[in-house]
């Protein structure tokens, strides 16, 4: 089992910059696939961006291209949502998911990762 656990939430203003973070614990090891979802009040869950095991390879869900980044340290147990020129539009919560797997392979459908957080409420204020 894998235990995620993000942090980082809170409430800004339009504009403003907030980074998430997700630590793995348990029986972690780096070949997870990582993965961030959003989930606004009255919506479906929302694929946000991927990073595959490596780093190498990233995937955005195409509104937050050029304003988020998503990243990973090198002990490969924290995944990091760096969130620029967030907007209203943002407001969710984020939730953190891993995948093992040794490809480069990204999903962006929830039913694609095994493990999830219980997430952070980001509010964006207008």
């Known amino acids: 089992q894998v235990q995620l656990v993000e942090s980082g939430g809170g409430l800004v203003q339009a504009g403003d910059s907030l980074r998430l973070s997700c630590a793995a614990s348990?029986?972690?090891?780096?070949?997870?696939?990582m993965g961030w979802f959003r989930q606004a009040p009255g919506k479906e869950r929302e694929f946000v961006a991927a990073?595959?095991?490596?780093?190498?390879?990233?995937k955005y869900e195409e509104s937050v291209k050029g304003r988020f980044t998503i990243s990973r340290d090198n002990a490969k147990t924290t995944v990091y949502l760096q969130m620029n020129n967030l907007q209203p539009a943002d407001t969710a919560v984020y939730l953190c998911?891993?995948?093992?797997?040794?490809?480069?392979?990204?999903?962006?459908?929830?039913?694609?990762?095994?493990?999830w957080g219980q997430g952070t409420q980001v509010t964006v204020s207008s």
């Open positions: 348990g029986r972690t090891h780096s070949a997870n696939a």
């Open positions: 998911a891993a995948r093992r797997t040794t490809t480069e392979s990204l999903g962006e459908m929830s039913w694609w990762y095994a493990f």
């Open positions: 990073v595959s095991w490596s780093g190498s390879s990233t």
